[in-house]
């Protein structure tokens, strides 16, 4: 089973438990959890959430499968830390995918954010045959409402001061799209180049 693909600018690699301190360290950062409802948090907690999905697709990686649901570490082609982004099955949704993503500052604003997205969207549309991809965000994260505009994904609904976070409620956007033709065909050329579409 194939464990990394390469596109023209990063690398899209699975994670192994290697991987967890350099994804736990990032998630560390301060301006990374500026709109991650979930951060702060300490480093047990983020270890505890992702140590078992990366070992469930290495088990599943060992035994020939594709994974059910993906955690990939987002590298430059020299091998450098960027971030991580997955591709996760939605409980209740057969063929949902929620998708995700999260760079080191230094990474940001040089289009890694939206390529990362394209590749975990393609990733699902393509390996999976996901029926419906979705994310969720903060109001306030523009640069991430971009992204997900740019993969076709629109706003299905909005839930005002779901999120409390430092003591502050925010409004969560539900971004979300059924895979047409349409949504295809603009994930193509970023499946075919990272070798997913050939
Ligand atoms: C969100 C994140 C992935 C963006 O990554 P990035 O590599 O900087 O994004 P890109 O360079 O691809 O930029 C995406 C778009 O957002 C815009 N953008 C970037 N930063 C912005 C900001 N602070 N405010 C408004 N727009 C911004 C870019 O101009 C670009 O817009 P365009 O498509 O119209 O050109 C990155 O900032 C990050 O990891 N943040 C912390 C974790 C997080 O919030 N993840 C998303 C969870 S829903």
Redesign the pocket.
């Known amino acids: 089973m194939q464990t990394e693909f390469v596109a023209a600018r990063e690398r899209f690699r699975y994670a192994t438990p290697d991987d967890l301190p350099a994804i736990v360290g990032m998630l560390q950062e301060e301006a990374?959890g500026?709109?991650?409802f979930f951060l702060p948090a300490p480093v047990a907690a983020l270890e505890a959430y992702l140590g078992p999905l990366i070992e469930a697709q290495g088990r599943e990686l060992g035994e020939g499968s594709l994974p059910a649901g993906a955690t990939f570490v987002v590298e430059d082609l020299e091998g450098g830390f960027l971030?991580m982004a997955a591709a996760l099955g939605v409980d209740g949704s057969p063929g949902g995918f929620e998708i995700?993503?999260?760079?080191a500052e230094a990474?940001?604003?040089?289009?890694?954010?939206?390529r990362s997205a394209r590749f975990v969207a393609a990733w699902a549309v393509y390996l999976q045959q996901a029926y419906r991809l979705e994310?969720s965000?903060l109001a306030g994260?523009?640069?991430?409402r971009?992204?997900l505009s740019?993969v076709g994904l629109v706003e299905e609904g909005r839930r005002p001061g779901y999120r409390l976070k430092d003591g502050v409620r925010h409004t969560q956007l539900l971004y979300g799209a059924v895979i047409d033709e349409a949504l295809r065909a603009r994930l193509a050329p970023d499946a075919r180049q990272a070798g997913l579409l050939t």
């Not at 995700?100 to 760079?103: D, E, N, V």
């Open positions: 990374v500026r709109w991650l971030g995700g993503y999260q760079l990474s940001w604003g040089r289009g890694v954010g939206t994310a965000l994260n523009e640069a991430s971009k992204i740019g």
